[in-house]
């Protein structure tokens, strides 16, 4: 399968790093082919320009191939801080750029783009991983964990992906070692499982 990561934390020593690392060493173990896109260190550009916005907009060279790559890709995975209850805006960016329609969706004949997308993207499964410091009953009972909304229900339930699964580690600031490498195992068990021995 060919399994599209995509990275948003601008250290490169930080624990979403180290989640990227185990999940891009599981997949290619288990005999995947793994395209990585630190998009920090990339230096990813995530304004999108308004030549871009139309269906068949002024799409560069650049942003042609990760278009290209998601829409070639079987499986994805996603790993990035919650930074006020959403990804930071170089990934936001990415999404905006990337899901263009006609390849990640598209709308019925009629339809201007006032109903409901239909999703068009062959990925079989993604898994997102987060960092946080706040606490999963605060998450849940106090912000209503933003972030599930906003991948599942808002951007891949859209876009044609049906099975999305995500984990939030927290608290970071707080974690020692021993925590973390409890959290970079049940990482590589959960690639294991979306995305098996080919």
Known sequence: MNILVILAHPDPGSFNHAIAGAAC???RRNGHTVVLHDLYREGFNPVMPAAEIPQGGDVPPEIQRHC???AHADGLVIVHPNWWGQPPAILTGWVD???R?????RFDEGDQGEGVPVGLLKVKAALVFNTS??????????FGDPLELIWKRCLFNLCGIRTCERRMFNVIVTSDLAQRRAWLEETREMIGRSFPIS
Not at 101 to 105: F, G, N, Q, T, V
Not at 133 to 142: F, G
Request: hydrophobic share 25%.
């Open 25 to 27: 060493e599981t997949l």
């Open 97 to 99: 750029r990337v899901f």
């Open 133 to 142: 410091n706040t606490p999963d009953e605060r998450e849940r009972t106090s």
């Open 101 to 105: 329609p006609r390849l990640a969706y």
């Open 68 to 70: 290209d790559e998601l």
